[in-house]
């Protein structure tokens, strides 16, 4: 039986995948080399603690033995969207044969086909790694994306109503099929359903309502929760509402479950409207976690103690990721996480 494991838990690697030109890199030269140091520090600040395998469109191969890390394993193939975490696989391991790996490749469609998205290379890139790594492909009719999920790894899985429910992802479905879906490739048994997410995620490059920058579990016991102070901001409402209906869910299954709040950064807004700038969208890493920053120093710090006390043992750093939220998305959008099949924990 498949099983996620918790982010927690040992890593192999973590997969990336490097920028192309187009539509989400911006126009300018100036817009795209901030995206390309974006995912690359990234990428050079996951490998301080583990291997890094980036998947990297032909296209752009020169760029990316030439900035990337030696250290930093290319593997070619046809992208046009690069947040891996998204477009790739979704690890999960059999509790029936220990040593295999399987990779949960879910339909990807561009966030429910906006018009600006482009996918249809992307939608492969599930495949691709799992060949490459020689893991065993779990097929889903389901469309749906890493970001729009985090598990306790105890079969306990975070879903957002309007993300799984989106009409223009799955327009038949309803909570009972998602959850038996959900119970077939990663082993979650019970669901916690948040109504929404943070309210810049409903913009254009939105992914309308992913729950990784809105709640994750630090442990099955401990769940981390955005946390927007500011009554100016409209997910000060929104963040409420969400802790609410977590600590309802958990009450309803007689769980004993700590809620910690992660405060936003102080900024509210840029020139676009309200920002969804969020610590909650770090990724934990062995022996560490990646944070992202947002160039206030006060808050980056009291995020990573915050961070550092719910991952005891864990060094954490802070990567600038203003120019990833800037194209939708943070530090955790970009990785995606392959567990250790075998070995102890780091």
């Known amino acids: 039986m498949w099983q996620m494991p918790a982010e927690t838990d040992p890593h192999e690697r973590t997969w990336m995948a490097f920028p192309r030109e187009g539509f989400t890199l911006g126009d300018g030269a100036q817009t795209r080399e901030d995206g390309y140091r974006a995912w690359t520090d990234v990428a050079h600040a996951v490998a301080q603690f583990e291997p890094v395998t980036m998947v990297v469109d032909p296209s752009e ?173 409209p997910d000060a409402a929104v963040s409420r509402q969400c802790r609410a209906e977590l600590q309802a869910a958990f009450e309803r299954m007689g769980r004993a479950v700590t809620l910690t709040d992660l405060p936003a950064p102080a900024t509210l807004r840029d020139g676009t409207g309200p920002v969804d700038w969020s610590y909650i969208n770090h990724l934990v890493v062995n022996g560490g976690v990646v944070a992202c920053g947002f160039g206030e120093p006060e808050a980056d710090a009291r995020a990573r103690s915050i961070l550092g006390e719910a991952y005891p043992g864990r060094t954490v750093v802070t990567v600038d990721a203003r120019p990833l939220f800037e194209r939708g998305g943070g530090v955790h959008c970009i990785t995606q996480q392959q567990p250790r099949t075998t070995g102890p924990a780091q």
Not at 125 to 142: M, W
Not at 155 to 164: A, D
Not at 168 to 192: C, H, K, L, S
Not at 198 to 220: K, S
């Open 61 to 233: 191969t020169a760029r990316a033995r030439r900035t990337l890390d030696p250290a930093v394993e290319i593997v070619e193939a046809p992208l046009d969207e690069f947040w891996m975490r998204d477009v790739g696989p979704t690890f999960v391991l059999d509790r029936d044969r220990p040593a295999v790996l399987g990779a949960v490749d879910w339909i990807f469609n561009g966030w429910g086909a906006p018009d600006w998205a482009e996918w249809q290379k992307s939608a492969d890139i599930a495949r691709v790694v799992a060949e490459h790594v020689g893991a065993e492909v779990v097929d889903s009719l389901l469309v749906a994306e890493g970001g729009g999920l985090h598990v306790d790894g105890t079969g306990t899985v975070l879903l957002t109503e309007t993300v799984q429910l989106d009409p223009r992802r799955n327009p038949f479905a309803d909570r009972r099929r998602v959850e038996a879906e959900m119970a077939r490739t990663i082993g979650a048994t019970q669901a916690v359903w948040l109504s929404r997410g943070l309210t810049r995620d409903y913009d254009e490059l939105g992914t309308r309502g992913h729950v990784d920058i809105v709640a994750t579990f630090a442990a099955p016991d401990h769940v981390l929760v955005h946390h927007q102070r500011d009554e100016a901001h």
